[in-house]
């Protein structure tokens, strides 16, 4: 049994798991959004940061990687150490991933994605949309045990230029948060 893994934020330039294969592809349906408060990584309990989650979009893709882990035991330790990463988005979906953008296809059916969900129920720490500016200054201010914010926002627009994925959203908080700092300095 194989199991493959789609990530879409940090998971893209850091799996932190054994994996087999890695390939670059897309969902369909959703979009990339930094609606996700981050307590435990980009930010604290008292000043969250944000990061990616998905919104469900119809007619728009997202890019990412999906990685392949095929050996049982490094299925058992990717699903244990993505429990404890992904603790904060407390949904799972099983979709389908394609590489090629004309495919009526997928490559692959069943990839595994972790989702926040805007269920202020089930996740607590769902911060939900802000204007641009808003969501930049919370980025530029939150810093957490795996750093500051701005560098996974930062991190993520240089590994989705890498694959060639132009994130509008990506790409213009970053600018956002550039244009901030450049005026604080």
């Known amino acids: 049994m194989v199991m493959w893994v789609f990530g879409y934020g940090s998971l893209i330039w850091k799996a932190g798991f054994e994996y087999d294969d890695r390939l670059v592809g897309f969902i369909k349906g959703y979009r990339r959004v930094f609606y996700q408060g981050s307590t435990d990584h980009r930010g604290t309990p008292e000043y ?10 119809e007619d728009e893709v997202c890019w990412g990687i999906a990685y392949k882990v095929s050996k049982k035991e490094d299925r058992e330790t990717a699903l244990t150490h993505l429990e404890v990463r992904e603790k904060q988005y407390d949904k799972k979906a099983y979709l389908d ?27 607590k720490n769902y911060l939900g949309p802000a204007s641009l500016e808003e ?11 795996s750093g500051p914010n701005r560098d996974y ?25 550039r244009r901030i700092l450049s005026e604080s300095s």
């Open 48 to 57: 969250p940061g944000r990061t990616v989650t998905l919104e469900p979009a």
């Open 97 to 123: 991933f394609f590489t090629e953008p004309m495919a009526a296809s997928p490559a692959i059916s069943g990839v595994m994605v972790y989702i926040a969900s805007p269920d202020k129920k089930l996740n």
């Open 135 to 145: 969501i930049a200054k919370q980025i530029i201010h939150a810093e957490g045990p």
């Open 153 to 177: 926002l930062f991190q993520l627009e240089k590994a989705l230029l890498e694959l060639g994925c132009k994130d509008t959203h990506v790409i213009d908080l970053a600018n956002e948060v």
